[in-house]
């Protein structure tokens, strides 16, 4: 599956990265990747991308098409002021009660431990210890002890969204670091997709899509969806009750 360009204006591009495509090539093997895609589109063109999405992340990525945008875009979420929103799929289900969740707990890398074998795996630590999180959460539909969520994450930490919902007994589904054995991940880049990671994990990957944009460019109120992708569609719709549209 290939990126999707949702909108372009004469500043930047609004892109729909597809799960299983890195955002930025990590090393010089060739694999695929979101940047190489778009300038293979586009031929010396000037595109830089604003911020990145994990590998298996899905949805919106925005990229600049110059470098007086890529400043501007920048300060915007230094400044906090570019809002993010996820939609993601975890074990467990959330009272319906419970309209949302405002998440508050530091993160810090764990390093390789006897517990952890992980190096780049997050975790909580007591305030003062790690870098300040927020992130807050609520509950779309649940169903089938599944949790279809809403995801808006005030900071910006590495894996913020997936060590949070972690953290309050919710892991995301399909996440090989944050779920059930974070062995999963060692053992995937090792070996790749197994039987045994598709009864546990249940998705090939982590069931976490950036859903929206919205910030302020040029004196207008700019708001940029991308919609659920198929694999989770699909998963809400077989495991949880909910429609394929969901």
Known sequence: MEPVILAELDDFLV???PAHLLSHPTRLDGQPSLITWLRAQRPGA???????????TSGLVLVSKNL??????????ERRSLDKEYEAICWGEMASALDALEIEASLKELG?????????????????EGVAAQTRVWRIAA???FTHVGAAPRTGRLHQIRV???TIGMPVVGDKIYGPDAGHFLRFIEGGWTPEM????????????AAALRFW?????????APLPADMREFLAERCGQGAAA
């Open 15 to 17: 892109v729909d990265k």
């Open 46 to 56: 000037y595109l830089t991308l604003v911020h990145r999405l994990d590998r298996e």
């Open 68 to 77: 007086e945008t890529t400043g501007k875009l920048g300060k915007l979420i």
């Open 112 to 128: 390789i431990t006897a517990e952890n074998p992980v190096r780049i795996r997050q975790g909580v630590v007591p305030r003062g």
């Open 143 to 145: 169903g089938g002890g």
């Open 164 to 166: 949070h919902l972690a």
């Open 198 to 209: 598709e009864r546990e994990l249940l998705l090939p990957r982590h069931a976490l899509h």
């Open 217 to 225: 460019w040029q004196g207008k109120r700019l708001e940029f969806r």
